[in-house]
């Protein structure tokens, strides 16, 4: 579809709701310099298109505009600003005088050279006259997920990239909004800071519109992020249904603070406005660009109970298998630090030895990793059937017995679960102990350090808990929902799958948020940033068993961390006891 470049003076502006005030009405916050036309400055220009071939946002039609520096010549890529609520922000004559602020920070040497994007949310069009059109801008603005992200970057940028130069390093792109748009400025980075790092919110809607309130706790609780952003706030603020506007932006200023983000948080004693923002602006962009060309990175404040494990400047190393190998969805370690892997069609079965040397322990497996046992053999799950591998990597025994997932105890004990929740428990040559779970389809189980207690993952599309069983001489049994997992806002479950556990006592649960690190009393205190995919297999190993390992994205990864993992086949340790 061909796009309509036209002068901006051509163009309709859409204003949002809450942002119609007059410029005469600018008095408390007076503007500065960089607010005002300076007749020595270049002049960049504005340009309008409309854009309608949204795959993300089907049926949506929306107007953009366009601002390109003077200083642009095309010799080499722009970076990027995106302003939310196009129309209002691009308005030369209107309250922001956004175009003129950006002509004189560009020219001062205080912004690199940009080309800033102003586009309005969607609208999907009425069928008829009688028929209110589809508004969609508390759909791409409030929602707390990756859609509006993906939309800039694998959509519209790329329509403005066909007349301009643009970078695509998310360090040289910034995104500006205020209200539900200031919500998505922010939404854009955590979600996806490998698209955007920089971040300008204004009266931002951290409010339960569609779930911004939950912000403050996972910002948190999550390993701290590559952004930097600048929030502006006044105190009379609206206080309606969804929450107050100025806690909101309270707690996600504190949070920022709390986690040792590079924020700045501007607080007047305006209402839901502009006029407090529009005359920071200059301030706001300087912040956001501040430090520039050097790369935004990650600055932990170590106040987060996650700063005690992590170790710093490591991150996720993918390990090659070899070939085409796919990495498949279980793991498990011995206690020499080996870990052991299946190809995702779990028909090889390799060794990743503690420096990370990959060898093929078998070609000719056809089952998916159980468990190591205290016996130096793993044990391999069939369709009905488990089986006991040598380190040769020849077949041993097998037991007629149908689980989903198995653990072993250090005395030789080996639970499994069934299909149908229930969980077996008795030594590998005994007949087995039956009891009652809740969990059938779990992907993981996993004992305790002490080995007193038997924990039940949730199947990944279902439940929340993980289980705790008391183990007694009688069997498994006193079961209770527990280890209560972090699930992404708008999902019915956490997506959890494996499972590793340390010396503290902390359970670590590979879900789609992340690896969550619980405490002994089952709270997520940290969320571990993944690789890239859904994580699904984990435990520790390597140097130590200071590395964790997981699979995502059918690929093997391990970190090294300040922690000590715990097998459940090793003899049994008493962790301390939780801070309550």
Not at 197 to 218: A, E, M, N
Not at 382 to 387: A, D, G
Not at 403 to 414: E, I, N, P, Q, Y
Not at 492 to 508: I, K, N, Q, R, V
């Amino acid at each position: 579809m061909k796009r309509k470049w036209l002068p901006v003076a051509a163009s309709v502006l859409l204003l949002a709701p809450w942002a119609r005030m007059p410029a005469s009405a600018q008095t408390k916050y007076p503007y500065g310099p960089d607010s005002q036309v300076q007749e020595s400055v270049p002049k960049g220009e504005v340009s309008y298109f409309k854009f309608a071939s949204s795959r993300i946002y089907p049926g949506t039609e929306r107007d953009c505009w366009v601002y390109v520096p003077k200083q642009y010549d095309g010799t080499k890529p722009a970076c990027v600003l995106v302003f939310n609520d196009g129309g209002w922000y691009q308005d030369r004559n209107g309250q922001w005088r956004t175009p003129t602020v950006l002509d004189n920070l560009i020219a001062k040497g205080e912004m690199p050279v940009t080309i800033a994007v102003f586009v309005n949310p969607g609208v999907v069009p009425s069928a008829n006259p009688n028929a209110l059109p589809r508004y969609n801008r508390s759909v791409e603005y409030d929602s707390v997920d990756d859609t509006y992200a993906r939309f800039l970057t694998q959509e519209l940028l790329p329509e403005v990239g066909k007349k301009y130069r643009l970078t695509s390093d998310p360090n040289g792109r910034a995104i500006c909004g205020a209200s539900s748009g200031g919500i998505a400025s922010f939404t854009a980075a955590w979600t996806r800071p490998d698209l955007f790092r920089r971040v300008v919110s204004f009266i931002g809607s951290f409010t339960d519109l569609r779930g911004g309130h939950t912000y403050p706790t996972w910002i948190r609780k999550s390993e701290p992020k590559p952004i930097r952003v600048f929030l502006q706030e006044g105190s009379n603020d609206q206080d309606i249904y969804s929450g107050s506007w100025f806690i909101g932006n309270n707690d996600v200023a504190a949070a920022l603070k709390f986690a040792g983000y590079a924020v700045e948080y501007v607080v007047g004693d305006g209402g839901h406005n502009g006029e407090h923002g529009a005359a920071v602006l200059p301030d706001a962009l300087r912040f956001a660009w501040k430090g520039y060309p050097a790369p935004v990175v990650a600055t932990p404040s170590g106040r987060q109970p996650i700063s005690s494990v992590v170790e710093p400047g490591e991150t996720w190393t993918a390990i090659p298998l070899g070939g085409e190998a796919l990495a498949g969805g279980n793991l498990a370690a011995d206690p020499a630090g080996n870990v052991y892997v299946n190809d995702g069609e779990e028909k090889t079965l390799y060794r990743v030895a503690p420096d990370g040397k990959v060898t093929v322990l078998s070609d000719r497996i056809k089952g998916r990793i159980g468990a190591f046992g205290p016996d130096g053999k793993l044990y391999v799950i069939r369709s009905r059937e488990v089986v006991a591998v040598g380190m040769d990597g020849k077949e041993g025994e097998k037991r007629r017995i149908e689980v989903v997932s198995l653990a072993f105890a250090h005395d030789g004990t080996m639970y499994g679960l069934t299909e149908d929740g229930s969980v077996l428990s008795g030594k590998w040559a005994e007949t087995f102990r039956q009891g009652v779970g809740e969990h059938p389809r779990s992907p993981t189980l996993l004992l305790s350090p002490d080995q007193s207690l038997l924990f039940v993952a949730p199947p990944p599309e279902e439940g929340k808990y993980v289980l705790s069983y008391r183990i007694t001489a009688a069997g498994v049994g006193d079961g209770q929902r527990y280890h209560d997992l972090a699930t992404v806002y708008g999902h019915s479950a956490p997506f959890a799958h494996g499972m590793a556990a340390d010396t503290d006592g902390w359970l670590y649960v590979a879900t789609e948020a992340g690896v969550q690190m619980l405490d002994q009393a089952g709270r997520v205190n940290g969320i571990l940033l993944p690789p890239p995919g859904i994580p699904r297999g984990l435990t520790f190993g390597g140097p130590g068993k200071n590395y964790l390992y997981v699979t995502a994205g059918g690929k093997l990864y391990r970190r090294k961390m300040r922690a000590t993992g715990v097998l459940s086949c090793e003899p049994p340790i008493k962790p301390p006891g939780p801070r309550l």
